[in-house]
């Protein structure tokens, strides 16, 4: 027998659930990223003489000239290639979206410290005190409050339903915590898997912006003759160091969030299963 005694934790994790919209907002950070190339990284005063008239296309012009002259770390970066205002959305995709996971995991957190709410409740529920508890649920105001209050709701509403037997409220209440977590877990883990797919991606787009480079370099060994073209050669040198040390920064920023966040994900969990079992505990005891 399946009983529902509310459809409040939905609503409370409706209100909650949220995060940037990746098809929104994935486009406008791969257009910031062109743009700081074009217009921060390849601004002409990152250069000793103006690109527009000694250098190759700085933007839309499409001019095909004299080599540029870095002036600046920003202009050596801009002479990485077509594959560097990639790398730099990633690179901003990967911040802006580990903010967002910060602020997030933040307010899923709740006020308060969380091993004190779970020592809190758990004395509570040891004393049989359903209603303060979840008072303590209503104060902390985060995830693991939201699934708690959902449980300690259907504990209410089942110790006083006299239709059921302890074993088929037993099985209820856990359904209860069990489908309350469930709705949780979305909003913990929205945007998680961007910053998975970039720690991998982008070495790997890296390194095709490295493999350009090189091409470049041994073109310019063969192009010369006898006699290598050793500007051509250490531009081509120098883009494939560029594209790989965007990649390797994007993909090492990306992983170390993506695992921090994985673990504060992995810590709210674990509250809430310890807060579920004494909980379980609990009714059993005085039900």
């Not at 580990?98 to 006020?111: M, N, V």
């Not at 489908?179 to 998975?196: C, F, G, R, V």
Request: charged share 15%.
């Amino acid at each position: 027998m399946e009983m529902n005694v509310s459809n409040n934790g939905e609503q409370v994790v409706a209100k909650k659930l949220g995060g940037l919209n990746p098809a929104l907002i994935l486009p406008i950070l791969i257009g910031i990223g062109y743009l700081v190339y074009y217009f921060v990284l390849g601004n002409p005063s990152n250069f000793k003489d103006d690109p527009r008239l000694t250098g190759p296309s700085v933007g839309f012009s499409g001019v095909e000239t004299k080599e540029l002259h870095p002036d600046g770390f920003m202009g050596i970066i801009f002479m990485g290639g077509p594959i560097v205002p990639i790398l730099i959305a990633f690179m901003i995709i990967v911040i802006v979206f580990s903010i967002e996971r910060a602020l997030i995991l933040r307010k899923a957190s709740g006020s308060g410290n969380v091993d004190n709410f779970v020592v809190n409740v758990r004395r509570l529920l040891n004393q049989n005190k359903v209603d303060e508890a979840i008072e303590e649920c209503d104060r902390q105001e985060g995830s693991v409050g939201n699934v708690v209050r959902e449980g300690l709701t259907t504990y209410k509403a089942l110790s006083h339903d006299t239709t059921m037997n302890k074993e088929q409220k037993m099985v209820a209440l856990n359904k209860s915590i069990e489908e309350a977590t469930t709705l949780e877990m979305p909003m913990l883990e929205k945007n998680m898997m961007i910053l998975s797919t970039l720690g991998t991606v982008a070495t790997l787009v890296a390194l095709l912006g490295t493999v350009i480079g090189m091409i470049k370099a041994f073109n310019a060994l063969g192009s010369g003759g006898g006699t290598p073209d050793s500007a051509a050669l250490s531009i081509g040198i120098s883009e494939a160091l560029i594209n790989t040390a965007l990649g390797i920064g994007t993909s090492a920023v990306a992983i170390i969030f993506y695992n921090y966040f994985t673990s504060k994900i992995d810590g709210l969990t674990f509250k809430i299963d310890e807060i579920a079992m004494s909980i379980q505990q609990s009714f059993a005891e005085f039900h």
